[in-house]
């Protein structure tokens, strides 16, 4: 197959690249359309802080002029400060099925990557795992929810005909929002009797300042987590832009103990239930179509992060995990919502996929991290 790998360096190729996946998913009844200006203001170096501290390339592989996969590589100064590994990324990797094509892709950014002084290649990541990441390799028979990934089942068969091995796994649960376990509540209500705790709702009249506080904590609680990359200022900024629109606020919670934030746990509407037949688009009739489905209520929820700080994970307060799952499902039920995805978590982090397991979760998705040696 005569391949060209062209650089994305002009509003025609990024179209290009934004628009491919719509080809390639067309007879997937399961693919959710990102919205395409939120992907054109990601890919744009103003709007993205990600680019403050870390440097992307964007690559077409074109046959007779005609798409046929692309690919996103990466470096964030902010990892190799943390990680000190000499790790580079890829990302927003998609492909027809034709390991040339893939391996063409790869090799580009692993020769970008070996510009950059990297050793090893490592992702997908779209572009830092603080986004979307990883490869379904279970789960293919439901739609991903909100900033979760979706792809062919050949996906992984590609990457390891290029040379790639897992990294590592991540998990994602399916929890219904029905009966709460007898022991669970039992577990939650110790842990809320604990002296001085308290547990509110964000204050959306103080969003962005909430928003802090919580990432905060998620930037203590989450240190040694495998690949965490801390989130900067100006990153929490945005995500605290970028969240407002979409929250529902009873959803979005605090525990304090003695007044101090001990922990926090977000839960996303699942806006892919509102887009999923938009085509990327919000006009002329997508604005109409994504307001009333949102005004008539969504019934999925993800429960996308959760942070506990050290002092507050031991004795009563050992089950304050518990407590926040058990929160999440008396806020979520009489709000109308009926099923929650909880995660990703790691493989082998034994406790949390335990207690979602003990909460009744059911894994159901598994996503991989693909790394090479450069």
């Avoid at 779209?126 to 379904?136: K, Q, R, V």
């Avoid at 802090?212 to 904590?217: D, E, H, L, T």
């Avoid at 934030?261 to 919000?282: T, Y």
């Avoid at 019934?299 to 050290?310: A, E, P, V």
Wanted: charged share 25%.
């Amino acid at each position: 197959m005569p391949l060209d790998i062209v650089r994305v360096e002009d509003s025609k190729n990024l179209s290009e690249f934004i628009r491919f996946p719509h080809a390639l998913y067309t007879k997937d009844p399961h693919w959710v359309p990102p919205l395409e200006f939120e992907r054109r203001k990601f890919f744009n170096p103003k709007t993205n802080p990600f680019y403050k501290m870390g440097q992307a390339q964007l690559f077409l592989a074109k046959n007779n002029g005609k798409t046929v996969g692309r690919i996103s590589t990466q470096v964030h100064k902010r990892h190799l400060e943390v990680h000190q590994d000499e790790a580079g990324f890829f990302g927003f990797f998609e492909s027809i099925e034709e390991c040339e094509v893939a391996q063409k892709l790869l090799e580009a950014a692993q020769e970008w990557l070996h510009q950059k002084g990297m050793k090893k290649i490592r992702g997908p990541f779209n572009f830092t795992i603080n986004d979307e990441m990883g490869i379904l390799v279970d789960g293919f028979d439901t739609p991903p929810v909100i900033l979760m990934t979706h792809n062919p089942p050949y996906y992984a068969s590609l990457l390891e005909h290029a040379g790639f091995k897992k990294a590592k796994d991540v998990y994602a649960y399916h929890y219904d929002i029905g009966k709460l376990p007898e022991q669970a509540v039992q577990l939650a209500e110790a842990a809320r009797s604990h002296p001085g705790l308290t547990i509110r709702s964000i204050n959306m009249n103080e969003f962005e300042k909430e928003i802090r506080i919580m990432m905060q904590i998620f930037n203590e609680a989450w240190a040694q987590n495998w690949g965490f990359i801390p989130l900067s200022e100006e990153e929490i900024t945005h995500v605290a832009k970028d969240l407002k629109p979409i929250v529902d606020s009873e959803m979005i919670f605090f525990a304090f103990v003695d007044g101090e934030p001990a922990a926090f746990s977000i839960c996303l509407p699942n806006i892919n239930e509102a887009i999923h037949d938009l085509k990327g688009k919000l006009f002329p009739f997508g604005w109409a179509k994504l307001l009333w489905r949102l005004k008539r209520g969504l019934k999925s929820i993800r429960l996308c992060l959760m942070g506990i700080r050290k002092p507050y994970r031991g004795g009563v307060l050992g089950a304050l995990s518990v407590l926040l799952n058990v929160e999440m499902h008396r806020r979520g039920a009489p709000r109308g919502y009926k099923t929650a995805e909880l995660g990703w978590t790691l493989e082998d982090n034994d406790r949390i996929n335990r207690g979602i397991e003990f909460m009744g979760g059911k894994r159901y998705k598994t996503y991989r991290i693909y790394e090479k040696e450069l």
